[in-house]
């Protein structure tokens, strides 16, 4: 499926159009109806998983990208998977074990790889603290929904 078409679909405008953005960690799918058209796309694998995740499906999104462990793409998934679960130490584990060219672009805007691991790695550590504190919760979930976002564009785009 080309990126132009996968943008047009309602499920993807859908999940894109989301408001409030989606909670640090949810405790249901937020529509079980787009779980069966997310499963349906002939959208790669890794396009596929990024959607589950922006419906709060962990299940959906860790059957796929478990599949391609050492893609550097599921890896990411996978680790932001586990973020929201919240299973914070695995998380910090995948975090480790890859890298792509886009991690800049989604966490250190002009930085470096290293750079932009470390920012993940602090940001799993922020969401402990706020999901354990009850402070600054809004915050971020908005900054978890830009990161989720960014990374469902790059995967769509290049589709």
């Not at 480790?96 to 790889?113: N, Q, W």
């Not at 706020?130 to 809004?138: F, K, P, T």
């Amino acid at each position: 499926m080309a990126e132009p078409e996968l943008w047009s679909l309602p499920v993807v405008q859908i999940l894109f159009a989301r408001s409030p953005p989606a909670p640090l960690s949810p405790k249901d799918i937020w529509r079980q109806d787009l779980t069966a058209q997310i499963n349906q796309l002939s959208a790669n694998l890794n396009v596929r998983a990024v959607l589950h995740l922006l419906n709060d499906d962990f299940n959906g999104c860790h059957e796929l990208v478990q599949t391609q462990e050492g893609n550097p793409y599921s890896d990411h998934l996978h680790s932001i998977a586990h973020r929201r679960e919240p299973d914070y130490e695995n998380s910090k584990y995948w975090i480790a074990s890859f890298s792509h060219e886009h991690l800049t672009e989604i966490y250190s805007p002009g930085g470096t790889i290293t750079q932009a691991k470390q920012e993940m790695t602090q940001f799993v550590d922020d969401v402990q603290s706020v999901e354990a504190s009850g402070n600054g919760v809004a915050d971020h979930e908005k900054r978890q929904w830009e990161e989720m976002t960014k990374l469902a564009r790059v995967l769509i785009d290049s589709e």
